[in-house]
């Protein structure tokens, strides 16, 4: 057995895991906990010194034995310093220096990474960006981020905020995502779709139309994106058409990175790898009507290859210093 092994740390809001690599994307093993991010960065931090300690003991292993840790999280961070800054689905992590806690515990290189961007080097080493030059990731979970990778490698930008894909205006007027009413992230997005089915439920409802969106906001006062999709695949013509207008949206977002990127690949997880067709094929149409004739004709649309696994693969990514 391979006595060097990465430590992969992927923060989301809902969930933190922990992975052991000797061979990524392959994992020796796998530990998950709920972040809670209403209870503070304490008890996280906590369990992630915890179950690193706790993973590498049951493999027989001990810190000396550990490579570096990669940590991917959403932002905004600094990656150079290693310091968490409130993301927004962490708002009570306010300057965590996770960096430099996870160096002082175990005595090796820890590096940060936000996940857009780690998931873009998951999919171009590992996913369906493998061979390519020039490709774009997008997350399109509940908000809308990216990850530019330009010849061969990833683009931070000068401020390390290159890829906020989410931030472009489409209208003046909209869903809100990023705090931009009207923004790519606003239409684009889990969150954008359920804040257009609340709308869509609320006219069908003056016409008299019935759907089956309704019965969600019977149950939960609310609708997800996953309400949608499961009204769509009943065939419900509502859903059918907020999973429609999702898919053109997203078109007109990709329309804007095909003409200002001209990217051979553009690699998108989340809503795309669970919905497949039903936002992609209206997502390619509009390219191909509104891109350049000949950077539409070089670009694949494609779902994530990596799947639910995406996060272990991508912090894994950052341990290894991609």
């Known amino acids: 057995m391979n006595s060097q092994v990465w430590v992969g740390v992927d923060i989301g809001g809902t969930k933190t895991a922990i992975v052991l690599s000797s061979e990524p994307p ?6 998950e906990f709920a972040t809670l991010p209403a209870e503070g960065p304490q008890r ?16 027989g292993m001990s810190p000396s034995d550990l490579k570096a840790i990669g940590v991917s999280c959403g932002g905004p961070l600094d990656r150079n ?8 689905n962490l708002p009570t992590w306010v300057d965590v220096p996770i960096k430099s806690l996870l160096e002082r515990e175990f005595s090796v290189t820890c590096r940060l990474e936000n996940d857009a ?13 493998r061979g390519t030059q020039h490709m774009v990731f997008l997350t399109m979970g509940t908000g ?3 990850g530019i990778i330009a010849d061969g490698r990833l683009y931070h930008g000068a401020s390390d905020l290159a890829g906020e894909v989410g931030h472009l205006r489409l209208t003046r007027s909209g869903p809100v995502g990023h705090n931009k009413a009207g923004s790519a992230e606003g239409w684009a997005s889990g969150g ?28 939960g006062n609310t609708i997800s994106a996953r309400d949608v999709a499961m009204a769509a695949q009943q065939s419900d013509a509502v859903a059918k058409r ?11 977002v990709l329309a804007i990175l095909v003409d200002l990127l001209n990217p051979e690949r553009i690699v998108i997880g989340g809503l795309a790898m669970r919905l497949g067709d039903a936002v992609l094929a209206p997502a390619r149409k ?13 670009c694949e649309i494609v779902p994530a290859a990596l799947d639910e696994c995406i996060g272990d693969v991508a912090a894994l990514c950052v341990a290894m210093g991609f």
């Open 192 to 219: 954008g779709m359920a804040q257009v089915a609340m709308r869509a439920v609320a006219a069908a409802q003056k016409k008299g139309q019935a759907t089956l969106l309704a019965e969600c906001l019977k149950v």
């Open 144 to 146: 809308l981020g990216g």
């Open 81 to 88: 310093t290693g310091v968490i800054q409130a993301p927004p």
């Open 242 to 252: 907020i999973l429609e207008g999702t898919g053109r949206k997203l078109g007109e």
């Open 26 to 31: 392959a994992t020796l093993s796998r530990v």
């Open 286 to 298: 509009v390219v191909m009507k509104e891109a350049l004739a000949p950077a539409a004709a070089a």
């Open 117 to 129: 961007n780690a998931g873009a080097v998951a999919e171009h080493r590992f996913g369906a960006g």
């Open 44 to 59: 996280a931090l906590d369990l992630i010194k915890k179950n690193i300690h706790k993973s590498l003991k049951a493999r």
